[in-house]
Every structure is written in structure tokens, then in C-alpha cells.
């Protein structure tokens, strides 16, 4: 019997629906393990479609393909380590989110998913059926638990392994990030292992599927919950981890491990890499941005420049007789400080034209929001027609507090494909913004270093510059008030009396929640953007368009 079992596991970023491609990879990851003496080589969940494919795992053919693809592959690699990747598996009308594991030109085994999560972002009861207890798989000598992804969140699946004879475990992951989702992945894990008594490694994936990010952040621990290995956070990593016996029972050698960055340097980072997974996997190359002036669009310049390069994004400043002079210089700062392209489209007569048009039928009216929108939908308008003219897919800008409250123009600053600051509140986009001015990765930063964003955007009081003098808080409350209400608000699922109870005043907090829930319509229609937290707008928090309760009594 072994004493001694190599296994590799690859990090690795898939595509949803590209078999080919997925395939390609998981033929080199087979090869870079059986350079290294692996017994096993791993893929982590659903590997081979892509995840999550949301309904598109539900369409007969699709899942036929898959499960035709998969087994070929096991006749393909009859030689060298076994292989196991996530893909799924129909058994009579039953559908599992499964791991299959192949092996001298065969399937040696199926593993399926028992625990199906059904929150956040997460449908999997829509699309899978839920699986028996299972044990652990003999391979080489050794047994082998594999519990998938959520079922390692549970005692139950570990617990039935550890009594039927696992050695160790080996749990395969499609895990998106949020904001401190490592340490939670962490707690659970050293839960697991220290009921258990057994060795864990862990598999990630890394890379963009629509607004979620998976981070990677593959690790191992051994009984009492001592960390062996860390992978490194959003980068494509493979590498060999050797589980030994000894009197003790089963020990993973520790290996070499990764710093993991604060939350603010993966938040960028995990937009940097959204934007440019969306872009890659969607088969476009270049971007571009209405650039304001202001802080958001700033941002939002630096995230397209690291994700795609400087040389591919197009700054635009569409200025009206409302903007500001420090606005024109701001803006033609930063493009240039981030080697972007910079075009200047002054809007003045085509509003005059629009506002010409339409006298007649606002006449006896008074100028108001309508005609402060003109000047939004024109820049959309003009927006999207170099993005039709060129091929670069619109950024649009704004980040969550102003997504909350509806503080955006429908059909003109809302208009784009993605939106990078849509789960970041304006607080955290300062914080940012100055991060991003102080810190600089080369491998994974495409723009230059430095002040990229001008310090003066920082420090200037926010406006949407749509008339004379114009200020955020002329219809807002400061942003850290604000802020501090949404998150109670969003995050927290709370009351407006229980804002009171935080010290919050009561007629701001039933603004705030009025204007969220007003807004709705808004969200519905606006562009997917960068999941970093549990209640991102879309998937995370599912609310009525049409819904006249409020926590405060009806408005």
C-alpha cells in the first residue's frame, strides 16, 4: 500500500457552454500532473460546461453533450493519473450536479452533489436533484472523500465519509466571491476538519461569469485546522500537494502558501478581473466610458485600464454649459494619466435641438428634472453610437448607493453593457479610488502606477452637473449617512426603526428606504456589474418591481 499520494489541483478558469476550451484545459492540467507524479489530478465543480449555467444546465441537449464529452474524455486519458472533473450526470430523468472521476480509460466513479444551495446567487433545486449519502472512492491505494462544494458546508456528507472509511478529503468548488468569503470558506473547513479528524484540500476556481467573480483562494488543512496550502486569490494556478500516511493518520505536507490581500485590494481586483472575463468571454476587446470628471466614471476609467489595457479604452467628455471648468480639466487629466484615449463631445447642440423640438409640447410648463434628463439620454445617446460605430462595449458608471436610491438617469448615464461600481457604495468608492493611487500590481495591472486619479476628484463634493451649482446632497443625504443607512437597509435587511435605534434621523431613513424601493424599475432594467457582496443587486436581492409597503407605514 502507498504511504505517499500526489495530488494536483488546478485552479483554473472555465467558460460557460465552451467545451472545447474547458477540455483543452483540463488535458493540460492531466499533463502538468503527470509531470509531477500525480496519482490525481483535479478540476474544481462543473469544470467542464462552465458555472453556473443557471437554466441553460436544464436543456437536454446541452447536458447530453456534456455527459458525452466526459466520457470520451475517459477513453481519451488512459494513460498517466486519474482525472477528476466536475461535469453533469443524468441518471434515468434525474439530473446531478456531479464529479466524475476517470481512470485507466474509464469512468471510475460518480460522485454527486447532496446539498443543492438555494440562496444568494445560487438555483441549483431548479436544475438539480439532490443526491443520497455517498462514501469514499478507492483510488491507488487510498480512500477518497468528495464531498462538492456545499456539502462541505454541512456535517452530514463529511461525517458519512469519515465513518465509511475516508482518509482524507478533497472537496471541488465553484465559489464566487464577496467580500470576506474566504474567512467564511475558512471557518467552515476547519469545522469540517476538525469533526472529522481528516486532511482537506480544498479547489476553487477563478474567473468572471456574468456579475460573479470566482477568486480561487484553493487551500489545504490537516486535522486541528492548521493551514498547509494557499493558493493565490483570481490568478490560474496549478500545483502538487502530497498527502502522507503516518501514525497519526493521513498529513498533507505543507507547501508553499500566498499572502491573501485586504478587502478593499480584492474588491478591485475582483472588478478588474470581471470586467475583463466579460469582455474576453463575450469576444470583445475594447471599452468605453463616459469620463465626467467625477469620481465614479475616474474609477471606472482605472478599472477598464487595468482589465483591458489603456490602449483599449475610450474616454469620453461629453460636457453641457453646466460643466464645470475644473470637470473639463479633471477628466483630461486622468484619461491622460492613464494613457487612455480621451474624445471631447461637447452636447450643447443637439440639446438645443432635442429642447426645440419638444417646446411645444412643454410649453406653459417649468424647466425641471425632464430637461436635466435631456442632457443624461444625449450622452447616452452619443455613447452608443461610437460603441455601434467602433465595437467597444459601454461602461456605464455608477455605483451602488446611487443604483439604491435611483439617483441615475434610465436610458442615459444607466445606459452601457457592465458596470464595474454597481455593489460598491460611494464611500468605498473613495476609499478606492485613493487605494488604487497608492498601490500597483504589474501582473494584473495593465494601466500605468501613480495618481491616476487626480487627487482633486477625490477631494470635490459630487454632482451630476445638470444645472447651475448642482450638488449630490441637494437631493441626497451625505454620503455617509447614506451609505450607513442602505447597508442596514440592503445588507442587513433592516427597518427604518431600527436606523432610529442606530441614531439615524427618521425622516431621512424612510426617504432612503421610499427611494430604494422606488427605484426598482430602475434596477430591473440596469446592467449586470461586479458581485462583492451577499446582497448585490440581481440575483442576491430579488424585490418586486411594484410593491407599495414600507417598514416606516405606507408613504
Known amino acids: 500500500m502507498m504511504d505517499r499520494f500526489r495530488l494536483t489541483m488546478a485552479q483554473l478558469n472555465p467558460v460557460v457552454g465552451d467545451f472545447a476550451a474547458n477540455l483543452d484545459k483540463a488535458r493540460a492540467a492531466h499533463a502538468a500532473g503527470r509531470e509531477a507524479g500525480a496519482d490525481l489530478v483535479t478540476l474544481p465543480e462543473m469544470f467542464l460546461t462552465g458555472y453556473q449555467t443557471v437554466d441553460l444546465g436544464r436543456k437536454p441537449a446541452f447536458v447530453a453533450d456534456a455527459i458525452e464529452r466526459v466520457q470520451a474524455l475517459a477513453r481519451e486519458l488512459a494513460d498517466g493519473p486519474a482525472l477528476g472533473i466536475g461535469a453533469p450526470f443524468l441518471e434515468g430523468t434525474d439530473l446531478y450536479n456531479a464529479y466524475w472521476l476517470l481512470d485507466g480509460g474509464e469512468v471510475l466513479a460518480v460522485i454527486k452533489k447532496q446539498m443543492l444551495p438555494n440562496d444568494s446567487v445560487f438555483d441549483e433545486k431548479r436544475v438539480y436533484v439532490p443526491a443520497a449519502p455517498q462514501g469514499p472512492v478507492s483510488l491507488r491505494g487510498w480512500r477518497v472523500g468528495i464531498p462538492i462544494c456545499e456539502d462541505s458546508w454541512h456535517p452530514g456528507p463529511v461525517e458519512t465519509l469519515e465513518e465509511t472509511g475516508a482518509e482524507f478529503l478533497f472537496v471541488p468548488n465553484g465559489s464566487p466571491y464577496h467580500r470576506a468569503k474566504h474567512d467564511r470558506r475558512m471557518n467552515h473547513m476547519v469545522a469540517r476538519v476538525v469533526e472529522s479528524g481528516l486532511p482537506l484540500a480544498y479547489l476553487n476556481m477563478v474567473g468572471g461569469q456574468d456579475d460573479q467573480i470566482f477568486d480561487g483562494c484553493s487551500f489545504a488543512l490537516n486535522p486541528h485546522g492548521q493551514l498547509a496550502a494557499l493558493f493565490p486569490s483570481f490568478d490560474e494556478a496549478i500545483r502538487t500537494l502530497e498527502v502522507e500516511r503516518t501514525p497519526d493518520g493521513a498529513r498533507i505536507v505543507p507547501a508553499e502558501e500566498t499572502r491573501l490581500p485586504d478587502d478593499t485590494a480584492l474588491d478591485y481586483r475582483a472588478m478588474v478581473e470581471s470586467v475583463r472575463d466579460y469582455w474576453a468571454k463575450t469576444g470583445f476587446e475594447k471599452a468605453l466610458l463616459g469620463l465626467s470628471g467625477g469620481i465614479d466614471s475616474a474609477l471606472t476609467a482605472a478599472v477598464a485600464a487595468d482589465a483591458l489595457g489603456p490602449e483599449n479604452v475610450r474616454c469620453v467628455m461629453l460636457p453641457s454649459e453646466y460643466t464645470s471648468p475644473h470637470s473639463l480639466e479633471d477628466a483630461e487629466v486622468c484619461a491622460k494619466a492613464l494613457g487612455c484615449r480621451y474624445d471631447y463631445v461637447p452636447i450643447d447642440a443637439p440639446r438645443e435641438a432635442v429642447t426645440q423640438t419638444l417646446a411645444p409640447l412643454f410649453n406653459g410648463t417649468s424647466p425641471g428634472i425632464a430637461e436635466e434628463n435631456i442632457q443624461s439620454r444625449l450622452r447616452g445617446l452619443l455613447l452608443m453610437a461610437l460603441s455601434n460605430k467602433y465595437g467597444e462595449m459601454l461602461l456605464t458608471t455608477g455605483n451602488k ?102 441614531g439615524y434621523d427618521r425622516d431621512i431613513a424612510a426617504k432612503v428606504e421610499h427611494l430604494l424601493y422606488i427605484a426598482e424599475y430602475k434596477r430591473f432594467q440596469s446592467a449586470p456589474g461586479t458581485r462583492l457582496t451577499t446582497r448585490a443587486f440581481w440575483l442576491d436581492r430579488r424585490y418586486p418591481i411594484v410593491n407599495r409597503w414600507r417598514s416606516a407605514g405606507n408613504q
Open 401 to 502: 448607493s446611487e443604483v439604491a436610491v435611483g439617483y441615475a438617469t434610465i436610458y442615459g448615464d444607466m445606459s452601457g453593457a457592465y458596470n464595474p461600481l454597481k455593489d460598491l457604495y460611494k464611500t468605498r468608492v473613495f476609499a478606492t479610488s485613493a487605494w488604487r493611487n497608492a498601490n500597483h500590481d504589474p501582473a494584473w495591472m495593465r494601466a500605468p502606477a501613480g495618481e491616476v486619479i487626480p487627487q482633486r476628484i477625490i477631494d470635490k463634493p459630487p454632482s451630476a452637473e445638470l444645472r447651475p451649482d448642482q450638488k449630490d446632497e441637494d437631493s441626497l443625504p451625505p454620503y455617509d449617512v447614506l451609505d450607513g443607512i442602505l447597508e442596514m437597509l440592503i445588507e442587513g435587511e433592516r427597518s427604518v426603526e431600527d436606523c432610529v435605534a442606530a
